[in-house]
């Protein structure tokens, strides 16, 4: 049975607040996810809480309700709690009717099944919670296999990314590494790493993409170093038509993607070129 | 001569600081720009701001100098202040060495020449300002003519969508209306209103898109109403290949105007597809 708790000192109440840090995450191996939508995402992909914390709306909430005996029947702590104290570990003034504290899955590289997909991202000294959750939610929908960042990039498992990945975070897999591990790995099996630059005259629609093909995203200020975009097999132009020479980190994630991904579709077209179309 | 300011109590400070409120903003009819990059983004499109806060660093640096003397010769309020009292006003722990306050442009939807460019963007309801930056920036990439904001939109002049749209608030320009204004707008004149929708078998990349394209993006939480799809000339369908059934709306307007663009270019090929890779 879930305990009642009232009192914002409640030692399970402050260890959930405390995900909120990321050194806490670390040392708990947790993190926070927030919403029913997300938390029932995860348990469908085969995830539940360690702990669950939700309002007494949550409690009379069907599925919300499902989720919390599960959690429990699978030895999680469950507390139901009024929501200015779910606020308070949220961090929003508008929280959700619950929130569930994961374990953090183990992010090394040598996890990764480079096969299981055609598609990777790679995101190097990504900077923003919020691009990295959106690249997640993005490599969802794109049929990636998950997201690989490299060298200090922004926690995946952060309140923010977590949001922002939309559920994401429990579908795609989250690898980290330096970069010179990661292009050890990268060589020892077969990849294609792509980068975008303005360094090339090879248009993002003409290129060939293979499989598996792992495309790489750089930092939000600076954009790639020099020496990483060198070790690409592949460097390809997004065309930029206004005054701007360059996209939002996730935007361009995107793009990319849909593009690896419309180029591998169809079948008989002697072209990447869309039709022209006379308008 | 720009004064030197070394109070937070000197009113052009206080002035500047209360920009980041809408209230002040409207009333004001200015908005803050923050960071050198932007600010001669500005001035190379032609626009200056009519106050410029600088530090003594941006004081030495000669573009910023020479924005600050164009500033001062156009009628314009210079002052040079503290790092500390730059951060106050643009609410950053690691201020830029110059910030301007900028004019608001008419936001009339009259002033809208729709055949001056082939592609414009429409938002209806984006609630994260984050997301409408996002938009201008990709905008500007695409060669849009701007964005349109339909019903309670986040400010486009705010500080958040000022920062993301990475100077594109200078490119691109900016309009706000009630949707039945909107459509009145759109049908007197030539215009395909293009919405992204689960509910159609229109593959985004088989579409003919025509021009001026409007790309129609919905609220982050629900998307488009089923009234404003029923008002589309086309709907088209984004593949999802993964658990969810919706993307981030700045990489749902991105991919869509790269693909509109993409469909535009070329000549010869016969299809919308782009070519099968066996990989």
């Not at 009024?82 to 953090?104: E, T, W, Y």
Request: with cysteine; glycine share 8%.
């Amino acid at each position: 049975m879930p305990r009642q708790v009232t009192a914002f000192s409640n030692a399970t109440v402050k260890r959930l607040r405390s995900l909120r840090d990321k050194k806490a995450r670390r040392s708990e191996g947790l993190f926070l996810a927030e919403g029913l939508r997300i938390i029932a995402e995860a348990r469908d992909s085969g995830r539940l809480p360690e702990i669950i914390a939700f309002s007494a709306e949550g409690a009379r909430h069907p599925l919300c309700a499902e989720i919390i005996a599960a959690t429990e029947a699978a030895g999680g702590e469950a507390i139901e709690t009024a929501p200015d104290i779910l606020a308070k570990m949220s961090g929003k003034d508008n929280p959700q009717m619950v929130l569930g504290a994961f374990r953090q899955p183990d992010t090394a590289l040598a996890l990764i099944d480079r096969n299981a997909a055609p598609l990777w991202f790679v995101a190097q000294a990504l900077r923003d919670p919020g691009n990295v959750g959106t690249i997640l939610r993005t490599g969802d929908a794109v049929g990636a296999g998950g997201l690989i960042l490299i060298d200090d990039c922004a926690d995946p498992f952060s309140v923010e990314a977590v949001r922002s990945s939309m559920g994401a975070i429990f579908t795609q897999q989250v690898a980290a590494a330096r970069w010179d591990e990661f292009l050890l790995w990268l060589r020892s099996g077969a990849g294609q790493l792509v980068g975008t630059s303005l360094q090339t005259d090879s248009d993002y629609l003409d290129a060939t993409y293979k499989k598996p093909c792992f495309v790489l995203i750089g930092n939000e200020q600076h954009g790639l170093p020099e020496e990483y975009e060198a070790q690409c097999d592949l460097l390809v132009k997004l065309p930029m038509l206004g005054r701007a020479d360059s996209l939002n980190a996730a935007v361009a994630a995107a793009v990319m993607g849909f593009a690896v991904r419309a180029s591998w579709r169809g079948g008989a077209e002697p072209t990447g070129r869309p039709r022209f179309v006379p308008a």
